[in-house]
């Protein structure tokens, strides 16, 4: 079976940094790749599909890269929208375990 | 505006079956266009994807739950099922269901979810 392994798992920022989260796959998955936000008691919402794919009424400061067993998550400026926990998922596969984004 | 709303019981208890139904408004669950999927959180820990099923009928299923897992579907009622047989205090979590689009698009409707807890 495929595992997700997301690094960092909490990561603290402020406002206005670049912010990167990694995501391995334990086997190739090609680019089928989704990453996921989510608030405190809230569904998860999508931001980024087959790897890079900006979903549509997301803002452009996140950003998605990676093929194969690696991929990362890019918060160009972060907002204080962004910060919340964060999930690569393979595509009709597992999550990782999520990356927490806190308030430096 | 697809909507989409999970519902059932919110105690059950251990050894039982969980019955979870995800109704879909605002779009046909016929659509070709979308699998249906279930995910689950438990307090305070992350996600896990149960599985999801097609209009059709066809299903794919996580490894580790597909014992005791069946997601099935009835487009009449523009619905889709949950049954997780046996359940322990493991399984208390928040069942979210989805509509994942087709050809890894992600998922991109989701329900409020809805708290389920195992206990006698």
């Known amino acids: 079976d495929i595992q997700m392994t997301q690094s960092p798992s909490t990561l603290s920022a402020s406002v206005g940094d670049r912010v990167t989260i990694t995501c391995r796959a334990s086997?190739?998955?090609?680019?089928?790749l989704a990453w996921y936000q989510q608030k405190p008691g809230k569904a998860p919402k999508l931001l980024i599909y087959k790897a890079s794919s900006l979903e549509s009424g997301v803002p452009s400061r996140f950003s998605g890269s990676g093929s194969g067993t690696e991929f990362t998550l890019t918060i160009s400026s972060l907002q204080p929208d962004d910060f919340a926990t964060y999930y690569c998922q393979q595509y009709g596969g597992p999550f990782g375990q999520g990356t927490k984004v806190e308030i430096k | 505006q697809v909507q989409l709303q999970e519902s059932g019981p919110g105690l059950v208890k251990p050894s039982q079956t969980l019955s979870l139904t995800c109704t879909v408004s605002g779009g046909s669950i016929s659509s070709g266009d979308y699998y249906w999927s279930w995910i689950r959180q438990p307090p305070g820990k992350g996600l896990e994807w149960i599985g999801y099923?097609?209009?059709?009928?066809?299903?794919y299923y996580n490894p580790s739950l597909k014992s005791r897992v069946t997601i099935s579907v009835d487009t009449s009622k523009n619905q889709f099922s949950l049954k997780l047989s046996s359940v322990t205090a493991a399984d208390t979590a928040v069942y979210y269901c989805?509509?994942?689009?087709?050809?890894?698009?992600?998922?991109?409707?989701w329900g409020q979810g809805t708290t389920v807890t195992v206990s006698s």
């Open positions: 099923i097609y209009y059709s009928g066809s299903t």
């Open positions: 086997q190739s998955i090609s680019s089928w």
């Open positions: 989805a509509r994942d689009r087709v050809g890894g698009y992600g998922m991109d409707v």
